[in-house]
């Protein structure tokens, strides 16, 4: 969790250090036009393509067991992938949405919830060094948390 916090870090600096105050929300947007940036953009299709899936298996399984009785349906995973794709494509501000949800709910999950769930389980093992560092932990998260929430509902309502 460190090393990739590290690295979304140097990321988000080296972007911000390279462009100035012209750093967009979206940091491909930086890149031009150009041959580098249709390649940028080619790979992340790449990615998306192959990682789309694997983000949608829980869903698609939910819902399955739901309406299908736990059974394979293309129709329904079709039109999940309709559903999805609607959204990010009609959504106005979109990626003002993702802000939000990245900051919100996703630094919850990274942060806040695997440490309270590390204490829950091994806090009869653990010493007061351990339960400092997932306190930690859990604070660090809640003090982003609150603080990206409120810089993206910030640039939410601030939008025309």
């Given at each position: 969790m460190l090393l990739i916090s590290l690295l979304y870090a140097?990321?988000?600096?080296?972007?911000?250090?390279?462009f100035g105050e012209e750093t967009q929300g979206i940091?491909?947007?930086?890149?031009?036009?150009g041959v580098i940036s249709a390649l940028v953009q080619l790979g992340l299709c790449i990615?998306?393509?192959?990682?789309?899936?694997?983000?949608m298996n829980p869903v698609y399984e939910v819902v399955e067991r739901r309406l299908c009785d736990s059974k394979y349906c293309l129709w329904l995973r079709w039109?999940?992938?309709?559903?999805?794709?609607?959204?990010?494509?009609?959504?106005?501000?979109?990626?003002?949405?993702?802000?939000?949800?990245?900051?919100?709910?996703?630094?919850?999950?990274s942060f806040v919830l695997p440490a309270m769930f590390h204490y829950l389980v091994f806090r009869e093992e653990m010493s007061w060094r351990f339960i400092g560092w997932d306190g930690a932990v859990v604070?660090?998260?809640?003090?982003?948390?609150?603080?990206?929430?409120?810089?993206?509902?910030?640039?939410?309502?601030?939008c025309p």
């Open positions: 140097a990321f988000g600096a080296l972007g911000y250090l390279a940091i491909t947007t930086n890149l031009g036009q990615n998306l393509f192959f990682t789309f899936p694997l983000m039109l999940l992938v309709l559903g999805v794709s609607l959204v990010a494509l009609l959504v106005p501000n979109f990626a003002d949405f993702l802000s939000l949800v990245g900051s919100s709910i996703c630094v919850i999950l604070v660090f998260g809640l003090v982003i948390a609150v603080t990206g929430t409120w810089f993206s509902l910030m640039d939410i309502l601030s």
